[in-house]
């Protein structure tokens, strides 16, 4: 709301206007007016209410009571509107005026009600409106008074209930607020799941889920091993001392057996360095001495084979 018109209703309260004289100002909204003075009360007393303050030379809580107490002046007058008391039109017959009111008399006399307090306040507003509006004279004034402000006033009738006069009517805004942090705090939430991908089942779930571990059973401890008597040692057989004579046998063979292969060899050597000296020798010598050779020859084969070492 610009701060010019603030300044100009705030001047017509510390002017000492009355609520009629506010609200039905020439070019002046009723609805404009009644935010103007709601948005003054949040405002408080600030600069704007120090300055028109000093110009009237009034103190500003002065101003921001006034303007609270015109609030209340408005919800009290549309409380006690005749008209809505009622609950017919401003442009309603006398007889459908009449009809109504034995309606809500009807209802709400105190003798149906067992002498309910709250059914005799009722009863007494219900007849006071009654009474004004049967009235020609006093209907006619109330409706040049106060009516074009009660037909505006019922229109925002909605928006006034949200509008906050006292300071116990500031919960709505702070209210609206957390709500909409709340919401978009579950939206970003929402967001950021669906970013991640669908959650897995339940099967898959459970399947992927490790197998519980049985606890292991608690095993009894062994019971302490009795200690034996040992029995005397028995002394191993002395087999190295017959196994001595045996090896000692098994080497002399082994060496015996190489010096007969060696002798071996060398006879049959000799046996054929003699046959090719014999046969050169029978060549070139006559057959006499070939004999003689001969039987040396056998003589020395039978006694290397008598004698072999």
Not at 26 to 41: D, E, K, Y
Not at 52 to 78: F, M, T
Not at 130 to 152: I, M, N, Q, S, T
Not at 196 to 202: C, E, F, M, V, Y
Request: proline residues 9%; glycine residues 4%; charged residues 30%.
């Amino acid at each position: 709301m610009k701060r010019g018109f603030l300044r100009e209703i705030l001047d017509d309260v510390a002017r000492g206007k009355d609520l009629v004289s506010l609200f039905m100002a020439p070019g002046r909204s009723p609805s404009q007016v009644w935010m103007a003075l709601n948005t003054l009360v949040d405002m408080g007393e600030g600069p704007l209410f120090r300055k028109v303050a000093a110009k009237y030379r009034v103190d500003p809580s002065y101003l921001l009571h006034r303007i609270q107490g015109l609030l209340h002046q408005v919800e009290e007058l549309r409380k006690e509107d005749p008209y809505s008391l009622l609950g017919v039109g401003y442009t309603a017959s006398p007889s459908e005026i009449h009809r109504r009111w034995k309606e809500l008399m009807q209802e709400w006399h105190p003798d149906k009600r067992g002498g309910d307090p709250e059914a005799q306040e009722a009863c007494r507003k219900i007849n006071e409106a009654y009474e004004l509006l049967k009235d020609r004279d006093r209907r006619r004034e109330y409706d040049r008074r106060y009516v074009p402000l009660l037909a505006v006033l019922r229109e925002v009738a909605e928006g006034a209930q949200t509008c906050h006069v006292p300071s116990s009517r500031r919960w709505p805004r702070f209210a609206v607020l957390g709500l909409t942090a709340v919401l978009a705090i579950v939206v970003l939430v929402l967001l950021r799941v669906s970013s991640k991908g669908p959650a897995p089942s339940p099967s898959r779930v459970a399947a992927l889920a490790p197998a519980p571990q049985s606890r292991p059973q608690s095993v009894p401890k062994p019971a302490p091993l009795q200690s034996q008597p040992q029995s005397p040692s028995i002394p191993a057989p002395k087999s190295e001392s017959r196994l001595t004579p045996l090896l000692a046998e098994r080497e002399t063979y082994s060496s015996s057996s190489k010096e007969v292969q060696g002798t071996s060899e060398r006879v049959s050597s000799k046996k054929v360095e003699k046959s090719v000296v014999s046969s050169v020798y029978e060549a070139f010598s006559p057959p006499k001495v070939a004999g003689e050779m001969e039987k040396k020859e056998e003589s020395s084969l039978e006694h290397s084979k008598s004698n072999p070492f």
